[in-house]
Protein backbone atom coordinates (compact mmCIF):
# COMPACT_ATOMS: atom_id res chain seq x y z
CA UNK A 1 0.00 0.00 0.00
CA UNK A 2 2.53 2.46 0.49
CA UNK A 3 3.27 2.39 -3.28
CA UNK A 4 -0.18 3.88 -3.73
CA UNK A 5 -0.87 7.40 -5.09
CA UNK A 6 -2.41 9.45 -2.73
CA UNK A 7 -6.49 8.98 -2.04
CA UNK A 8 -6.97 12.27 -3.21
CA UNK A 9 -5.76 11.76 -6.61
CA UNK A 10 -7.46 8.50 -6.75
CA UNK A 11 -10.85 10.82 -5.93
CA UNK A 12 -9.71 12.96 -8.49
CA UNK A 13 -9.55 9.97 -11.13
CA UNK A 14 -12.83 8.19 -10.33
CA UNK A 15 -15.84 9.34 -11.85
CA UNK A 16 -17.98 8.07 -8.69
CA UNK A 17 -16.60 9.88 -6.16
CA UNK A 18 -16.46 13.09 -7.43
CA UNK A 19 -19.84 13.73 -6.36
CA UNK A 20 -19.67 14.86 -3.25
CA UNK A 21 -17.18 18.11 -2.52
CA UNK A 22 -13.30 17.05 -1.09
CA UNK A 23 -11.08 19.72 0.15
CA UNK A 24 -7.95 18.47 0.61
CA UNK A 25 -6.29 20.46 3.59
CA UNK A 26 -2.98 18.65 3.79
CA UNK A 27 -0.71 20.90 2.96
CA UNK A 28 -3.05 23.70 4.36
CA UNK A 29 -3.51 22.95 7.82
CA UNK A 30 -1.02 24.64 10.49
CA UNK A 31 0.97 22.03 12.36
CA UNK A 32 2.70 21.67 15.99
CA UNK A 33 5.92 24.02 15.56
CA UNK A 34 7.77 20.91 16.65
CA UNK A 35 5.91 17.40 16.91
CA UNK A 36 5.51 15.06 14.46
CA UNK A 37 3.24 12.15 13.26
CA UNK A 38 4.75 8.65 13.10
CA UNK A 39 4.46 6.57 9.87
CA UNK A 40 2.76 3.21 9.61
CA UNK A 41 1.80 0.86 6.64
CA UNK A 42 -1.23 -1.18 7.71
CA UNK A 43 -4.42 -0.13 7.90
CA UNK A 44 -7.44 -2.48 9.29
CA UNK A 45 -9.81 -0.39 10.42
CA UNK A 46 -12.07 2.69 10.23
CA UNK A 47 -12.61 4.43 12.58
CA UNK A 48 -15.89 6.53 12.95
CA UNK A 49 -16.53 9.76 15.44
CA UNK A 50 -17.98 12.90 16.44
CA UNK A 51 -16.23 16.20 17.55
CA UNK A 52 -19.09 16.65 20.04
CA UNK A 53 -18.85 20.78 19.61
CA UNK A 54 -20.58 23.29 17.60
CA UNK A 55 -18.10 24.44 15.81
CA UNK A 56 -18.05 23.48 11.60
CA UNK A 57 -14.62 24.46 11.45
CA UNK A 58 -11.56 21.80 10.75
CA UNK A 59 -9.32 24.87 10.72
CA UNK A 60 -9.99 25.56 14.54
CA UNK A 61 -10.47 21.91 15.36
CA UNK A 62 -6.84 21.90 14.61
CA UNK A 63 -6.12 24.43 16.32
CA UNK A 64 -6.83 23.36 19.75
CA UNK A 65 -5.88 20.03 18.92
CA UNK A 66 -2.38 21.47 17.96
CA UNK A 67 -2.27 23.45 21.22
CA UNK A 68 -0.50 22.41 24.19
CA UNK A 69 -2.99 21.68 27.11
CA UNK A 70 -5.93 20.15 25.24
CA UNK A 71 -7.49 17.32 26.67
CA UNK A 72 -5.39 14.52 24.54
CA UNK A 73 -1.72 15.46 25.04
CA UNK A 74 -0.45 18.68 27.53
CA UNK A 75 2.15 19.42 24.71
CA UNK A 76 -0.51 19.77 21.77
CA UNK A 77 -1.07 17.27 18.92
CA UNK A 78 1.33 17.60 15.69
CA UNK A 79 -1.71 18.27 13.92
CA UNK A 80 -5.71 17.47 14.24
CA UNK A 81 -6.06 14.13 15.54
CA UNK A 82 -8.95 12.81 12.79
CA UNK A 83 -7.73 12.27 9.28
CA UNK A 84 -11.03 13.37 7.71
CA UNK A 85 -13.81 15.80 8.96
CA UNK A 86 -17.15 15.62 7.58
CA UNK A 87 -18.83 19.01 8.28
CA UNK A 88 -22.88 19.33 8.83
CA UNK A 89 -23.51 20.25 4.75
CA UNK A 90 -21.55 17.03 3.73
CA UNK A 91 -18.27 18.29 2.39
CA UNK A 92 -15.34 16.29 3.60
CA UNK A 93 -12.07 17.55 4.42
CA UNK A 94 -9.15 15.41 4.30
CA UNK A 95 -6.96 16.39 7.07
CA UNK A 96 -3.77 14.03 7.42
CA UNK A 97 -2.37 11.34 5.17
CA UNK A 98 -3.80 8.11 5.77
CA UNK A 99 -0.23 6.74 6.57
CA UNK A 100 0.27 9.23 9.54
CA UNK A 101 -0.12 7.12 12.89
CA UNK A 102 -2.58 9.95 14.68
CA UNK A 103 -4.04 9.75 17.81
CA UNK A 104 -7.96 9.30 17.61
CA UNK A 105 -8.71 6.47 19.78
CA UNK A 106 -6.43 4.32 21.88
CA UNK A 107 -4.52 1.11 21.22
CA UNK A 108 -6.28 0.75 17.60
CA UNK A 109 -4.42 3.96 16.33
CA UNK A 110 -1.97 2.26 14.78
CA UNK A 111 -3.80 -0.11 12.38
CA UNK A 112 -6.98 2.46 11.78
CA UNK A 113 -7.79 5.78 9.90
CA UNK A 114 -10.16 8.23 12.19
CA UNK A 115 -12.87 10.29 10.50
CA UNK A 116 -14.82 12.08 12.29
CA UNK A 117 -18.53 13.97 11.76
CA UNK A 118 -18.55 17.79 13.15
CA UNK A 119 -21.70 16.59 15.27
CA UNK A 120 -22.91 16.96 19.06
CA UNK A 121 -24.10 13.66 19.41
CA UNK A 122 -24.40 13.89 22.93
CA UNK A 123 -27.41 15.95 22.44
CA UNK A 124 -30.87 14.81 22.85
CA UNK A 125 -34.15 16.45 20.63
CA UNK A 126 -37.10 17.50 22.60
CA UNK A 127 -38.44 13.87 22.91
CA UNK A 128 -36.03 12.83 24.67
CA UNK A 129 -33.84 10.82 21.95
CA UNK A 130 -30.26 11.28 20.61
CA UNK A 131 -30.08 13.19 18.31
CA UNK A 132 -29.24 12.11 14.73
CA UNK A 133 -26.57 13.31 12.15
CA UNK A 134 -28.48 15.84 9.29
CA UNK A 135 -28.77 14.33 6.08
CA UNK A 136 -25.75 15.29 4.45
CA UNK A 137 -23.56 14.81 6.52
CA UNK A 138 -24.97 10.92 7.15
CA UNK A 139 -24.89 10.38 3.04
CA UNK A 140 -20.61 12.46 2.95
CA UNK A 141 -20.15 9.54 5.61
CA UNK A 142 -21.44 6.31 4.01
CA UNK A 143 -20.28 7.37 0.26
CA UNK A 144 -16.79 8.09 2.20
CA UNK A 145 -16.81 4.83 4.20
CA UNK A 146 -17.48 3.24 0.88
CA UNK A 147 -14.45 4.90 -1.00
CA UNK A 148 -12.32 4.19 2.01
CA UNK A 149 -13.46 0.11 2.00
CA UNK A 150 -12.80 0.20 -2.40
CA UNK A 151 -9.19 1.84 -2.03
CA UNK A 152 -8.03 -0.45 1.10
CA UNK A 153 -10.06 -3.59 0.34
CA UNK A 154 -11.78 -3.36 3.91
CA UNK A 155 -15.26 -4.85 4.74
CA UNK A 156 -17.75 -3.10 6.26
CA UNK A 157 -17.59 -5.12 9.27
CA UNK A 158 -14.22 -3.16 9.38
CA UNK A 159 -16.15 0.19 10.55
CA UNK A 160 -16.37 0.69 13.86
CA UNK A 161 -18.05 3.76 16.42
CA UNK A 162 -15.34 4.60 18.50
CA UNK A 163 -17.54 3.82 21.46
CA UNK A 164 -17.52 -0.17 19.50
CA UNK A 165 -13.59 -0.32 19.54
CA UNK A 166 -12.39 -2.85 22.78
CA UNK A 167 -11.16 -0.66 26.12
CA UNK A 168 -13.83 2.02 25.18
CA UNK A 169 -16.81 -0.27 26.64
CA UNK A 170 -17.15 -3.34 29.50
CA UNK A 171 -19.82 -6.14 29.72
CA UNK A 172 -22.06 -5.89 32.20
CA UNK A 173 -24.56 -8.55 32.97
CA UNK A 174 -27.10 -10.70 30.29
CA UNK A 175 -24.59 -9.30 27.04
CA UNK A 176 -25.80 -5.62 27.99
CA UNK A 177 -22.29 -3.33 27.30
CA UNK A 178 -21.80 -0.26 29.10
CA UNK A 179 -19.46 2.34 27.02
CA UNK A 180 -16.83 4.88 28.26
CA UNK A 181 -17.82 6.76 25.25
CA UNK A 182 -21.25 7.50 23.33
CA UNK A 183 -19.02 8.87 20.38
CA UNK A 184 -20.07 9.26 17.54
CA UNK A 185 -23.32 9.54 19.44
CA UNK A 186 -25.84 7.23 20.86
CA UNK A 187 -28.75 8.43 18.11
CA UNK A 188 -25.81 6.19 15.42
CA UNK A 189 -26.56 2.88 14.81
CA UNK A 190 -23.58 1.69 13.78
CA UNK A 191 -24.56 -1.53 11.87
CA UNK A 192 -27.03 0.46 10.00
CA UNK A 193 -24.25 2.13 9.03
CA UNK A 194 -22.36 -0.64 8.32
CA UNK A 195 -25.48 -2.57 6.22
CA UNK A 196 -25.76 1.25 4.53
CA UNK A 197 -21.66 1.28 3.36
CA UNK A 198 -22.05 -2.63 2.47
CA UNK A 199 -25.31 -2.25 0.00
CA UNK A 200 -23.69 0.47 -1.69
CA UNK A 201 -20.04 -1.93 -2.13
CA UNK A 202 -22.02 -4.25 -3.58
CA UNK A 203 -23.89 -1.92 -6.40
CA UNK A 204 -20.51 -0.09 -7.02
CA UNK A 205 -18.83 -3.90 -7.69
CA UNK A 206 -22.19 -5.27 -9.40
CA UNK A 207 -21.92 -1.95 -11.81
CA UNK A 208 -18.33 -3.08 -12.67
CA UNK A 209 -19.60 -6.81 -13.14
CA UNK A 210 -17.80 -8.37 -10.34
CA UNK A 211 -20.66 -8.92 -8.23
CA UNK A 212 -23.46 -11.13 -9.24
CA UNK A 213 -25.24 -11.38 -5.64
CA UNK A 214 -27.86 -9.49 -4.03
CA UNK A 215 -27.70 -6.45 -2.66
CA UNK A 216 -28.73 -7.35 0.78
CA UNK A 217 -26.03 -5.61 3.13
CA UNK A 218 -24.71 -8.45 4.00
CA UNK A 219 -21.00 -8.88 2.92
CA UNK A 220 -20.39 -12.60 2.55
CA UNK A 221 -17.53 -14.62 -0.05
CA UNK A 222 -19.01 -13.47 -3.39
CA UNK A 223 -18.93 -10.05 -1.80
CA UNK A 224 -15.83 -10.22 -0.67
CA UNK A 225 -14.11 -11.55 -3.55
CA UNK A 226 -15.36 -9.28 -5.86
CA UNK A 227 -14.17 -6.23 -3.43
CA UNK A 228 -10.69 -7.95 -3.80
CA UNK A 229 -10.86 -8.12 -7.57
CA UNK A 230 -11.99 -4.45 -7.43
CA UNK A 231 -8.69 -3.59 -4.99
CA UNK A 232 -6.29 -5.78 -7.59
CA UNK A 233 -7.54 -4.24 -10.33
CA UNK A 234 -7.28 -0.70 -8.46
CA UNK A 235 -3.93 -1.77 -7.74
CA UNK A 236 -3.17 -2.82 -11.26
CA UNK A 237 -4.43 0.56 -12.83
CA UNK A 238 -2.64 2.93 -10.02
CA UNK A 239 0.75 1.54 -10.76
CA UNK A 240 0.25 1.88 -14.71
CA UNK A 241 0.13 5.59 -14.91
ZN1 LIG B 1 -14.40 9.52 19.15
Not at 23 to 42: A, G, I, M, N, Q
Amino acid sequence: MTNLPSLSEWWMDNKMLTKKRVVDLRSLLPRHPTRKWKKRKKISWLIVHMTASNNQDPYKTNEYHISPGNHISKKGCPRITYHDYITDDGTIYHCNNYFDWIWHCGWINRWSAGITMAFRGQTKDNSGNYITPPAAQWRSLIQHLVRLCLYLNLSPNRIKGHREVRGFWKLLGRGSKKYKTSCPGFGIDLDELRTQVCKRLQIKLASENLYKGKIDGKFFILSKAALKLYHQNLLVALTRK
